[in-house]
């Protein structure tokens, strides 16, 4: 038989630590935790493309102090200077800039983590039409209330939104 030790109490407890800190902040393993209720629009990042195509990823962050749960795929509404929505067709599923659509799943944010999803669209200047320019967008997922920040994004055509992803390399394609 091998040598079995007892790992002392203070070698087990700080193993644990270096374990829960190198744990994601988000997890494809949603339980029992409540639909996120309180989320922020934390940072976009923007990504020019040629021929007038751009991506924005957009980062939800849990400002709660305990963990929630989130799927599926936003609500998103772009609204001009004056607060009122602009008439684009938004459409679920893969985008012009060839994200990856990671498809509606339940995933576990931890307090301070957050999830990404990509909006794209065919900007001004696409076959010479001018576009009109929101100011904000508006973010709502079931059970959550709707999150509005400052955003411009001049869609010509339609608006394509991915569902949310733990990680924004969850919505780049695989190469």
């Known amino acids: 038989m091998g040598d079995r030790r007892r790992c002392p109490p203070a070698a087990a407890a700080a193993a644990l630590a270096v374990a829960y800190l190198w744990l994601p902040n988000t997890s494809a393993q949603a339980g029992t935790e409540p639909a996120c209720q309180h989320l922020s629009i934390s940072r976009a990042t923007y990504i020019q493309a040629t021929l007038g195509h751009a991506r924005t990823d957009l980062f ?8 929630c749960r989130i ?57 010479g039409r001018s576009c009109r320019v929101s100011r904000y967008v508006s973010v709502q997922l079931s059970g959550m209330p709707s999150i509005t920040r400052r955003l411009a994004i001049a869609p010509c055509y339609t608006l394509n939104v991915t569902a949310v992803a733990a990680r924004e390399s969850d919505l780049n394609p695989k190469r």
């Open 71 to 127: 799927a599926g795929y936003p609500n998103v509404e772009l609204l001009d200077d004056q607060g009122q929505p602009l008439s684009v067709h938004v459409r679920r599923g893969a985008d012009h800039m060839k994200a990856r659509d990671p498809g509606s799943r339940a995933l576990r944010v931890q307090p301070k983590g957050d999830v990404v999803f990509a909006l794209s669209d065919v900007g001004s200047g696409s076959n």
């Open 60 to 67: 939800l962050t849990n400002v709660s102090n305990a963990p």
